[in-house]
Nanobody, 116 residues
């Protein structure tokens, strides 16, 4: 049974930090590129960050460059998103995505709220 389970979301003040985790099971994690998306109410789903399976190359949305860091630990079947200097506009549900060839899986999401 394939699962992606996100955790680490919550409420934080502007300027704060959170670390999201995405634990994978039911497939060969190391083969899959991993991505974090986010979706705010009334807005389209947005790609936040991605990390390749082959060489660990990362990419980021312009809105989060320099503040967010994506990483992965293949031994733990886990992807992470370290989020620093959070802004109110970062408020959204954050979803983990795994993709390899024609296979794609999604987690259920974790809520991040940035508010004073």
């Amino acid at each position: 049974q394939v699962q992606l389970v996100e955790s680490g979301g919550g409420s934080v003040q502007p300027g704060g930090s959170l670390r999201l985790s995405c634990v994978a099971s039911g497939f060969t994690f190391k083969w899959y590129g991993m991505r974090w998306y986010r979706q705010a109410p009334g807005k389209e789903r947005e790609l936040v960050a991605g990390i390749r399976s082959t060489d660990g190359l990362t990419n980021y949305a312009d809105s989060v460059k320099g503040r967010f860091t994506i990483s992965r630990d293949n031994a733990k079947n886990t992807a992470y998103l370290q989020m620093n200097t959070l802004k109110p506009e970062d408020t959204a549900v954050y979803l983990c995505n795994a993709r390899w060839a024609n296979n794609e899986y999604w987690g259920q999401g974790t809520q991040v709220t940035v508010s004073s």
